[in-house]
């Protein structure tokens, strides 16, 4: 079993900046591929950003240039720097593991879910 907490979210002003992590805990970490995922209210749960084991990374479009997945292969932590906030980013966060091999901002293909953190962006 694997346990994925997320921690970081919060308030922030537009343009404003915040790191989100997540914390891998278990007998086996999801090395095939991590993931952030969000959703905000009345819209269905969108792909972020997702890094590989060899360190490959995809951003979906609207975050791309402004938002930086990375991870901490010692400590089995995920971070997600988001930069230059915008109001269209508040949703719920969510990390998001996989074991297998193959990284895409595909829901379906992940196994192991955090329980969220939220992230607000207004002024």
């Known amino acids: 079993e694997v346990q994925l907490v997320e921690s970081g979210g919060g308030l922030v002003q537009p343009g404003g900046s915040l790191t989100l992590s997540c914390a891998a805990s278990?007998?086996?970490?999801?090395?095939?591929?991590m993931a952030w995922f969000r959703q905000a209210p009345g819209k269905g749960r969108e792909g972020v950003a997702a890094?590989?084991?060899?360190?490959?990374?995809t951003y979906e479009d609207s975050v791309k240039g402004r938002f930086t997945i990375s991870q901490d292969n010692a400590k089995n932590i995920l971070y997600l720097q988001m930069n230059n906030l915008k109001p269209e980013d508040t949703a719920m966060y969510y990390c998001?593991?996989?074991?297998?091999?193959?990284?895409?901002?595909?829901?379906?293909?992940?196994?192991?879910w955090g329980q969220g953190t939220q992230v607000t962006v207004s002024s």
């Open positions: 278990g007998y086996a970490y999801p090395t095939g591929c």
């Open positions: 998001a593991g996989r074991h297998l091999a193959g990284c895409r901002l595909q829901e379906a293909i992940f196994a192991y």
């Open positions: 890094i590989d084991r060899a360190g490959g990374i």
